[in-house]
């Protein structure tokens, strides 16, 4: 148990990249963690089920492979599929096409469902919006991690950020306008929405001007036990297996664990049970299950400040990169215009000369 532990840790130093087409497999000791490498102007899209009443968290982190600057689309939309039952009261069926019944798929719902639908459900719900009362969700902005931790030292402008993300994020969208969101640390950008609708949803990341590596995953409260109060959002899967050790810790007791692999118990005398008895008390793990509580929480906080650092490192070289670009082409830009000039000397100062020579010549 806490051999798998100390194994995490090894082997969060030691990641193992295994390159499949456009796929990153960053394999870690419990979890996979896919990360796509995204070209100029491509998407890439994941996919899960969810129920209606449970919350989902939404991650999304982006570096930038080349030169480019780490910015992206993501969006968050659904269900694209298997909501049959999302408008019983407008049928089952659409419209037949050369023959063809095509059932109410979101994927079309949310292209024209708006529109559509609009006449028959306005006068229903007054003041809520024909989608926030379907379930229908489809989100989307731009995530730019350009200037991520560039000013860490200054607070309140990170409060200032963090105030007008939260304004952001909870104020409706009421038009089409993409919206720039730009992060002020070093770290994965999260949203948790509330799921009304059964059926399939998505997220997708679209890079826009510059090759990127994408790591993004969708959670569900349902399959990872709830909400954290801290974050807001749903457990991560390094917050559950902790939180799962930690149970486990409490539950056990000094009673021994069976094992399918063990051999049979044999039956001692009665002599030897006599001297044997009580001579471990259940109080007697209870400093081992402590210092097991405490080393568990330490290891977990090592891999969370691992992968913290991971990304900074990362994000820090590219914002090098970035700036060494910079100054090259500033370089050669000042190279470029200071010869200009002094051709432009050279002609004005020769041209000056003859001009004097014949001047000098003539007298």
Not at 206 to 233: C, P
Not at 236 to 247: F, I, K, P, Q, S
Request: with cysteine; proline share 2%.
């Amino acid at each position: 148990m806490i051999l798998r532990y100390f194994t995490a840790a090894v082997l969060a130093w030691h990641w193992s990249h295994a390159t499949r087409g456009g796929v990153v497999v960053v394999a870690g000791a419990d979890r996979v963690a896919v990360v796509y490498n995204l070209r100029i102007r491509s998407s890439e899209c994941i996919y899960d089920q969810f129920q209606a009443k449970e919350s989902v968290t939404y991650s999304v982190f982006v570096e930038s492979e080349s030169h480019g600057q780490p910015k992206a689309t993501i969006s968050f939309e659904g269900p694209i599929s298997g909501n049959e039952g999302l408008h019983p009261d407008l049928g089952t069926m659409e419209e037949n096409h050369g023959g063809i019944q095509q059932f109410n798929q979101l994927g079309r719902e949310l292209r024209k469902g708006a529109v559509t639908h609009w006449p028959n459900i306005k006068d229903k719900d007054k003041g809520v919006r024909f989608d926030k009362r379907a379930g229908i969700i489809n989100r989307e902005l731009i995530a730019d991690w350009t200037h991520a931790g560039e000013h860490e030292d200054a607070e309140l402008s990170r409060l200032e950020a963090r105030r007008k993300m939260k304004e952001h994020l909870s104020s409706t969208p009421k038009s089409d306008f993409v919206k720039t969101m730009m992060i002020d640390r070093i770290e994965p950008f999260e949203e948790t929405h509330l799921i009304k609708a059964d059926g399939w949803y998505r997220l997708c990341v679209k890079s826009l001007a510059s090759k990127l590596l994408v790591e993004m995953d969708l959670r569900s409260s349902s399959q990872l036990g709830g909400i954290d109060k801290e974050t807001g959002h749903v457990y991560t899967h390094e917050e559950r297996a902790t939180l799962d050790e930690n149970v486990l810790l409490k539950s056990s007791d000094a009673s021994p664990v069976e094992s399918s692999d063990a051999a049979p118990v044999v039956k001692v005398d009665e002599d030897l049970e006599r001297h044997l008895e009580q001579q471990i008390k259940g109080t007697d793990l209870l400093p081992t299950q402590t210092q097991a509580k405490h080393l568990v929480s330490l290891v977990a906080e090592m891999m969370k400040m691992h992968d913290e650092h991971k990304r900074r490192v990362r994000s820090h070289r590219a914002s090098a990169r970035r700036n060494y670009d910079g100054v090259s082409r500033s370089g050669w830009l000042e190279t470029l215009l200071y010869v200009v000039v002094c051709g432009f000397q050279i002609y004005t100062v020769r041209k000056w000369l003859l001009q004097n020579s014949l001047l000098s010549g003539n007298i």
